[in-house]
């Protein structure tokens, strides 16, 4: 499944793939690094969304985008009701 709309951060990347998507299209960020800056701006947009991705994964407990799931959309013990 590919995931496309509403993409403006590492964290919606990384929630896209914890529902199921195997690539997340960014065409909306990429547009509008494209139109202001070219190129440059695409690369930018890039060196942003990085570190970006980084930071959700590790807010997860995990290393590598790969090894995202549904699991790290929320704790299960959070929302579980008191016996």
Known sequence: ML???GIRS????VKMVALGARAVLIGRAWAWSVTARGQLGVLH????MKPDIDVALALTGQTSIAAVDRSALSDPHVF???S
């Open 3 to 5: 995931a496309d709309g």
């Open 10 to 13: 590492g964290l919606d990347v």
């Open 80 to 82: 579980s009701r008191a």
């Open 45 to 48: 947009m890039l060196e942003v």
